[in-house]
């Protein structure tokens, strides 16, 4: 009797290739920077919620708002675009990736940052401002060398975004310290820059990576959809974009400011509308990134609606800051992880459940709008959501970020 060629029999006492093992953190940017930034996104929410509520109390020279501003934005978001940037880096210019002691000295200044901000009050403001700039200083000198190298001239637009986040935080603390110039709130005007300067990162890499991605994935199953990208819109949105930031810096809440806004979210969902984002739905990994995008479109609806007084200016920060940063980093951190980590990219059922719930954070915080006697209970649970989402995402992923690649490679 013969044994059909395609029947493999498996030796029950051969040995199993063994799954790598060992501590890994500082293998690759992604690893710290990504575990930080779950973990900061659960910390300091919860915080917040609890200073909102009046059951935490921290010895703030800045206004709680302010302070709560100034983490999501230099804190969270931070981390989030350090673990990118020294992921991705050494793969758009082939420069060595940073890991081992670098790795732990730019993660300790992130930390010194976030304990000096939080203990502002105990210790000199000159101290705080300082030790906060360490971090966005070092990391940025670690990664613009080779972003003005002749050779990669089409990633030098990153740096303008990376000098634009380190003047954002300097006039944060300047506001903070007192600093009067010009007439300017300083310390208001320096988070809305960094924002600003996050949402010109997300419309890049956005249109960079998530048409790619979607042609690909629509490509294998029906070579004939296409994914449309326009050249000539993407330079109009994102020069839209640009001038947002700032007309933001000299008109701020002004029609001018409304009209931009308004421009370039109308900018913007012609150009997600060309993605083919429906056709992804049975993709989450892959779908994440067009929700992301389509709650900056939103957000920026909400902007502009806002500077002709017609909505709070609180709201559409919200629906930017959880529904667009939120979504799109926390996406794009469970797609990188598992790709530079060897892993199938496909979302966990869990990980699917925390996309849905940073939405829901986004859609909670928003409803302020129609019920704002609500408003406290609606914080709550937009605070609450988001927090379930990211304690997901550092349970699903901290031990990914710990262990070696598992096909034994490198990072």
């Given at each position: 009797?013969?044994i059909?060629p395609?029947?493999?029999i498996?030796d029950p006492t ?5 799954v790598p093992?060992g501590?890994?953190?500082f293998?690759?940017?992604f ?5 930080l930034?779950g ?7 919860l915080?917040w ?9 921290l010895?703030l020279?800045?206004?709680?708002a302010?302070?709560h501003g100034?983490?999501?934005v ?5 981390a989030?675009?350090?673990g990118f940037?020294l992921?991705?880096v050494?793969?758009?210019?082939k420069v ?5 002691n670098?790795l732990i000295?730019?993660?300790a200044?992130?930390?010194?940052g976030?304990?000096a ?7 000199p403001?000159?101290l705080v401002f300082?030790?906060d700039?360490l971090?966005?200083?070092?990391f940025?000198a670690?990664?613009?060398s080779?972003?003005?190298d002749?050779q990669?001239r089409?990633?030098f637009?990153?740096v303008?975004?990376l000098?634009a986040?380190i003047?954002?935080?300097a006039?944060t ?6 600093f009067e110039?010009?007439?300017?709130d300083?310390?208001t005007h320096?988070?809305?820059l ?10 890049i890499m956005g ?7 979607t042609?690909?994935?629509l490509?294998?199953g029906?070579?004939a959809?296409?994914?449309h990208q326009?050249p000539?819109?993407d330079r109009?949105?994102l020069?839209?974009t ?11 809440a002004s029609p001018?400011?409304g009209?931009v806004?308004?421009v ?6 012609a150009?997600?509308?060309g993605?083919q984002?429906l ?6 990994i ?10 900056l479109?939103?957000?920026l ?6 500077d ?13 800051t959880?529904?667009a940063?939120?979504?799109?980093t ?11 980590t060897?892993?199938a990219?496909?979302?966990a059922?869990?990980i699917?459940g925390?996309y849905v719930l940073?939405s829901?954070a986004?859609?909670?915080r928003?409803a ?5 006697d609500?408003?406290a209970v609606?914080v709550?649970?937009?605070?609450a959501?988001w927090?379930a ?8 992923y901290?031990p ?8 034994g490679r490198?990072?």
């Amino acid at each position: 009797m013969s044994i059909s060629p395609s029947i493999r029999i498996e030796d029950p006492t051969a040995q199993k290739p063994e799954v790598p093992s060992g501590f890994a953190l500082f293998n690759y940017g992604f690893r710290p920077f990504f575990f930080l930034a779950g973990l900061f996104a659960v910390v300091s929410v919860l915080v917040w919620v609890g200073l909102y509520a009046g059951h935490v109390e921290l010895n703030l020279v800045a206004s709680p708002a302010l302070w709560h501003g100034h983490e999501m934005v230099f804190g969270y978001t931070t981390a989030a675009i350090a673990g990118f940037f020294l992921t991705v880096v050494p793969n758009w210019t082939k420069v060595k990736a940073r890991k081992g002691n670098i790795l732990i000295v730019l993660s300790a200044l992130w930390l010194l940052g976030r304990v000096a901000f939080w203990a502002q009050g105990y210790i000199p403001y000159a101290l705080v401002f300082v030790a906060d700039m360490l971090f966005l200083l070092t990391f940025t000198a670690q990664v613009i060398s080779p972003l003005i190298d002749p050779q990669h001239r089409r990633q030098f637009m990153f740096v303008p975004i990376l000098v634009a986040m380190i003047a954002a935080n300097a006039m944060t603390h300047l506001g903070i310290l007192g600093f009067e110039a010009f007439g300017l709130d300083w310390g208001t005007h320096g988070i809305t820059l960094g924002l600003d300067t996050v949402i010109v990162l997300i419309v890049i890499m956005g249109g960079r990576v998530t048409p790619s991605f979607t042609s690909s994935y629509l490509g294998h199953g029906n070579p004939a959809i296409k994914v449309h990208q326009r050249p000539k819109l993407d330079r109009f949105v994102l020069g839209a974009t640009w001038a947002l930031l700032v007309v933001d810096q000299v008109m701020p809440a002004s029609p001018v400011a409304g009209v931009v806004a308004l421009v370039a979210a109308v900018l913007h969902g012609a150009r997600l509308s060309g993605w083919q984002g429906l056709r992804t739905l049975s993709n989450p990994i892959l779908w994440v990134l067009h929700l992301g995008y389509l709650w900056l479109v939103v957000g920026l609806v909400l902007r502009g609606l806002s500077d002709f007084g017609l909505v709070v200016a609180v709201d559409a920060v919200h629906a930017l800051t959880i529904g667009a940063i939120g979504t799109i980093t926390l996406g794009v951190m469970t797609r990188a992880a598992l790709g530079h980590t060897g892993r199938a990219v496909k979302a966990a059922p869990s990980i699917v459940g925390a996309y849905v719930l940073v939405s829901v954070a986004a859609l909670s915080r928003l409803a302020v709008i129609v019920w704002p006697d609500l408003t406290a209970v609606l914080v709550m649970v937009s605070g609450a959501a988001w927090s379930a989402a990211f304690i997901i995402f550092v349970g699903v992923y901290l031990p990914i970020l710990l262990r070696p690649r598992i096909d034994g490679r490198p990072g």
